[in-house]
Structure formats: C-alpha cells, structure tokens
C-alpha cells in the first residue's frame, strides 16, 4: 500500500485533480475506491499527489511542457527511460518503455535501453544521451566534457537544456515514487539478509576462508 493517505473523489473539490480523475479513471469514478488506468497501473500516483493542490498543479504543469520544448522525443524518452532503470524505479521505467512504443520507436532499442553500453542500434547521439543520463543520474552531474562535447555537435543549447531538465525531473519522480511505494514501486525491500543455516550459530566467516579456529565461544 502506499504510505501516504490516497484522497477519494468526495474529499476534493479541485477542479485539476477531478479533472485528471475523470480522465484517467472513467468519469464519475471514485479512483481509491476503484483504482485502475487504461495503463494497468493502480493510479495511486494521481490519488496521493492531490493531498496538495499546489504540487499536483506543479507536477501537472511539468507534465504539459512537452508541447514547448523542441527536443526529439526519441531523445527525451532515451533520457526519461533509463532515469527510472538507474533509479531502480519499475513505475518509471514500464511507463516510459510504453510512451517509446506508442512513439514508434523499434522493440529493440527499447529493450537495449538497460544494456545500451554494449548495443549496436543507438546512434551516436543517442549514446551521448545515454551516457548524459548515466552522468546525471548516477554520476550526481559529473559529466566527462567527451560526453557533452557530442551532445554539442548535434544539439543546440536550448535543446541541451531541456534535455538536462526533463531526466533529471524524471529522475526525482523515480525517487519519489520509490520512497512512497506508489504504482508499480509498491514493493518490499529486495535486499534482505538471508538467514544462515538452522544451527549455524555464531560462526565467522573470517574463520572459514582464512582457516581460523572455527566456531567462536
């Protein structure tokens, strides 16, 4: 479940937030009560965002300046699409591969996205902005100026910019999503001790590979 309160139909009155719940969960649809999106995901990012009308309008508005930005929507969704695989967001990452399908963009670039350092079907632009992706999203922006110096070669600045911008907005929502178990990052930690063997007591593993006494007392 996510960790936060999800508002139901009758506890807002924001014409943004029914609007998007109409649109999105059918009209008239109480989406806590029914959840569910024509994606197949519960839509619980919807349902918890509108605890606060002035975010859900933020994240809205952020969503709707894709119609201004002049940037190759092949490029965007390459940077969007491995922010959520680096992230380790599934929510990101499945939704994204979804918009490049629906874009045209070839199964197997899109299936190459996780290993596109060994792939054959990106582009050299397409690899700079993957590798800008890598540097933005686990280098914290430590980008080599190799990697920005192609971006330059067949990007304008502006283009660059919005590049930047929209992985790295992508990047925090893969966060965000993470850290408030919505959508399809609605899961437990994978990483877990595995437990030792029944009657393995307080053995050190030191001892075993260094030939040591054994078992401790």
Known sequence: MPRLRQVKRAETDDPLVLFFYDRLFGEGVDPVENPGTATGTPGDWWTTFAL?????????????????????????????????????????????????????????KIQ???????????????????????????????VRDEVFAVLQKHLPDEQILELTYTTCLYDMHAVMTKALRLEYDDREEAITEVAAPEGYGTRDIADDITGGPGLRT
């Open 52 to 108: 606060d009308s002035t975010i859900f309008k933020h994240c809205v508005k952020g969503f709707q300046l894709y119609r201004g930005v002049k940037l190759d929507p092949l490029l965007r969704e390459l940077g969007q699409t491995l922010a959520g695989y680096l992230k380790g967001s599934q929510f990101v990452f499945s939704q994204h591969c979804k918009q490049m399908r629906a874009m045209g963009v070839p199964e197997e």
């Open 112 to 142: 190459a996205i996780p290993s596109w350092e060994v792939s054959d079907v990106f582009d050299e632009l397409e690899r700079a902005v993957l590798a800008y992706t890598n540097a933005l999203v686990l280098g914290g922006g430590r």
